[in-house]
């Protein structure tokens, strides 16, 4: 069975996207159109401006939706996925991929979540640390050892076995840190993001962020799509909305959706979008199960 996978923040690269535009009519189109909805050209930014401007989450954010679903959009009648998958802000494009979002609705989504996000950064200095080399349960014990109600600290991102990123208040994630490496993790690396995400410290962009959802149209999409917040398939589309309402202050369990999927007969992964980090991800995930192919999307 074919799962597609949407990557999130992270996979952007300067000229991004500039292939599909140059050599597809459809991508262009919808590029264009992306440019009026935002009201400025971000196509500029992503085909030929510097990592720095890339780098701004109101850019960011956008920049790799639309290449993503772009991607998707263009290998046409290849795009028949028994299921859909994306890594936090990817998320959103497989939404749109699976018929759940508009293109329109989604990009307008990714835009007013990137403009919280960005706000709810400069509200409270924060950042999140790669964890590689230790067992999940021990960085939860460590991570609930030094949170407080003030210097919050949490387990944000299950990428893969032996790799956990947590998020939190500056002096939260250097202690975490700390204790961390004491407690053999091979590296605990402070990671350069604007801010927390996926903690409790992104409650007022959720606050903001909701209403934009709520106010939106969700479709039953075309096939099951599998959730950050718990992991398990949902077609509901009151569901699927509730769950991404409530995604930017829970972790992501890609690790455990990844696994989810495969128990469920995925066999051929497709990672549509910038870069190859899912695909890193999942080859850990299924390690040891030959059945499982992955690739990206020229593949």
Known sequence: MKAFVFPGQGAQFTGMGKDLYDSNSTAKELFEKAN???????????????????????VTQPAIFLHSVISAVCIGESFQPAMVAGHSLGEFSALVAAGVLSFEDGLKLVYARAMAMQKAC?????????????????????????????????????????QLVISGNIDAINTACDKLKEA???????????????????QPAKDELQAAIEATEFHVPTCPIYQNV?????????????????????????????????????????????????QGMIAKIAKGNENISVHGIEA
């Not at 349960?137 to 387990?155: H, L």
């Not at 053999?184 to 410290?201: D, E, I, Q, T």
């Not at 991404?244 to 051929?268: C, F, H, K, P």
């Open 36 to 58: 009026d909805i935002l009201g400025f050209r971000i196509t500029d930014i992503m085909f030929n401006g510097t990592d720095d401007e890339l780098k701004v989450t109101k």
């Open 184 to 202: 053999g993790a091979k590296r605990a690396l402070v990671l350069k993001v604007g801010g927390a995400f996926h903690s409790p410290l992104m």
């Open 230 to 278: 718990d992991a398990k398939a949902h077609t509901c589309p009151e569901e699927i909305k509730a769950n991404l309402i409530a995604q930017l202050t829970a972790s992501v369990r890609w690790t455990q959706e990844v696994e989810n999927m495969i128990a469920d007969g995925a066999t051929d992964f497709t990672e549509c979008g910038p870069g190859k980090a899912l």
């Open 122 to 162: 400069e509200a409270a200095p924060s950042t999140m640390a790669a964890i590689v080399g230790l067992d999940d349960e021990k960085i939860e014990e460590i991570c609930a050892s030094v949170s407080t109600a003030d210097n919050v600290v949490v387990p944000a991102n299950y990428n893969c076995p032996g």
